[in-house]
């Protein structure tokens, strides 16, 4: 990160996961090792008139988006390494090409993420529109073993940001209860009075049918109508997540039209499991 950067802490830990995701989705693509790096030239800015833009939007646990902006010589170049063909400048068949990489990146992000945040998606698309909101602004440089470098500009609108926000400070109050529990030694007292303190925060908790391990290359292959088989069996009982910990397992049902939980079966004791 640089000085330019004006994100909070919250906004710089996702954009950390993102980018790191990102070289890592560009090292699996082209065959050769990408990672972030530190930059001196801080005085870099993106192209003025017309910079190459992609834009992210998240849906489901975490909502909102951001913009990812590059400049158009440079995105060339990260395009040419991701096809591993020459590319002469940065056009509208490139854009689909690095909106195909951010796509990538941005499973990776999930994956990672997703015990902390729960299930969320991540849709790439191109954008001609600057961001509205420029001041939550987050900068990094990838680079190659070759010498190559691509600073890129994230800016995080302001639902996006509030959400992480919000995250760590549920996080924030039950490790602040977690650490009192410890103190007072007698863990049965302790969870009765101090969980007052925080019956009001909210939680995120994430209904888990299943898994699957994809390669980057099953991952670009995705379509429309495309099946992608989980481990669990449809008689097997659903599973509810509080931040990556089964609290519960029951069966899916629908409810209004929307996907539910009737519970069969709760974590004992459940206290335990959530404030762990």
């Known amino acids: 990160m640089t000085t ?4 909070g802490s919250n906004d710089r830990l996702f954009s950390k996961v993102f980018f790191n995701a990102l070289a890592s989705a560009l090292t699996d693509a082209s065959g050769s090792p990408w990672q972030i790096v530190d930059v001196p030239d801080s005085d870099l800015t993106p192209d003025e008139a017309d910079p190459a833009r992609i834009k992210l939007t998240l849906e489901g646990s975490l909502r909102g988006e ?20 020459p590319v002469v400048e940065f056009g509208a068949e490139q854009s689909e090409s690095l909106v195909k990489l951010i796509t990538a990146g941005a499973g990776l992000v999930r994956s990672e993420l997703g015990q902390r945040y729960g299930v969320f998606d991540a849709k790439a698309s191109s954008e001609s529109e600057a961001a509205v909101n420029r001041t939550n602004c987050v900068r990094v440089t990838v680079a190659d073993d070759g010498g190559n470098r691509v600073p890129i500009w994230m ?21 602040d209860v977690e650490t009192l529990i410890k103190a007072v030694g007698r863990k049965g007292i302790a969870e009765q009075i101090n969980l007052d303190l925080v019956m009001d925060v909210e939680l995120n908790v994430t209904l888990r049918f299943g898994k699957r391990k994809l390669t980057l290359r099953e991952v670009l292959e995705l379509t429309s109508g495309s099946v992608v088989e989980l481990d669990r069996q449809v008689e097997e009982p659903v599973e509810l997540l509080l931040d990556g910990v ?7 049902v629908v409810v209004d039209g929307n996907y539910g939980l009737r519970v069969t079966e709760v974590s004992q004791p459940l206290s335990s499991a959530v404030l762990r």
């Open 246 to 252: 089964v609290i519960a397992r029951g069966e899916a």
């Open 155 to 175: 800016y995080i609108d302001s639902m996006l940001s509030e959400q992480l926000a919000v995250d760590s400070k549920a996080r924030s109050a039950a490790a």
């Open 66 to 85: 951001c913009l990812l902006e590059f400049r158009r010589t440079e995105a060339a170049m990260l395009v040419s390494k991701f096809l591993q063909t």
């Open 4 to 7: 330019e950067d004006t994100a």
